[in-house]
Structure formats: structure tokens, C-alpha cells
């Protein structure tokens, strides 16, 4: 299966641009493919990542794990807060300003020391003046 997996890897034309040094990201050291089955779906993934050190895979794969798990946190925390599976902003520029906006208002949520949840800080700061004063304040 590795050989397979090496061949099919070394054919592409993004691995060949990576390898001849041609590329944008300065630093790179290593392209680092993790192949994932899921038990459930009887699947099998292959996902690629570009690396500015060069390890053992051992060393990589949980790093990896670690990454993957602080981004699928964050983007529950956003999606359980500001509802972000259930937004239409598409147009203009308004995506990239609430990608910049949504994780700052987090942080002030958060940076509030009070026993409410997240999302009941978040509803009254929407809707009390004086409370969107304090956390921005703070």
C-alpha cells in the first residue's frame, strides 16, 4: 500500500511543483500525507500537510491529532455561540469581516469573569447597551 500511495503521491503535479522548490512557502521542509479510516463509514481518507520541520511520523501524527482537534473546538465554540452553520453571509465582504469579528467577540465573552453561559453573555450584550459597554471596556 506505501508504495502505491508513494507512487500515486510522486505523479502529481502539486508534489513535483513542492519538490523542484518552486513554490510559495518558504521554509518548507516536508509534505507530510496521513491516510485516516473511519470505523464507521468503512472510509479511507487521504489528507495532505505541508511542514516547516521534518520529523518521525510517530512525532507528526499526534501533532497533527492535537492541531485538528484545537480547530474542530474552536469552530463548535463559534457554531454553538454565533450560530455559524445557519448564517448566509456571502456576499461582498462581509464573510471575511465576521472571520475577524466573530473570534475577537469570543475572546471578550470570554475575558468576562460571570457564571452565564457563553451564549446567554453573547444575547445580553446583543440586546443591553450597557453591558456590550462593559465587556468591551474590560
Not at 519538490?19 to 479511507?44: C, F, Q, Y
Not at 469579528?101 to 450597557?130: G, H, Q, T, Y
Amino acid at each position: 500500500m506505501a508504495t502505491m500511495v508513494a507512487s500515486k503521491l510522486a505523479r502529481s503535479p502539486y508534489f513535483r511543483t513542492l519538490a523542484s522548490g518552486n513554490h510559495a512557502w518558504p521554509g518548507l521542509k516536508s509534505v507530510v500525507m496521513v491516510e485516516s479510516k473511519r470505523e464507521i463509514a468503512d472510509k479511507t481518507e487521504t489528507r495532505f500537510y505541508i511542514a516547516c520541520l521534518v520529523r518521525q511520523a510517530s512525532a507528526l501524527g499526534p501533532m497533527i491529532r492535537n492541531h485538528r482537534m484545537i480547530e474542530n473546538d474552536l469552530h463548535w465554540v463559534l457554531d454553538m455561540i454565533f450560530r455559524d452553520d445557519e448564517r448566509r453571509v456571502r456576499t461582498d465582504n462581509a464573510p471575511a469581516n465576521l472571520a475577524v469579528v466573530k473570534p475577537i467577540a469570543l475572546n471578550e465573552l470570554r475575558s468576562r469573569k460571570s457564571k452565564d453561559f457563553l451564549r446567554v453573555r453573547r444575547k445580553v450584550a446583543a440586546c443591553d447597551d450597557e453591558a456590550l459597554a462593559r465587556y468591551i471596556a474590560a
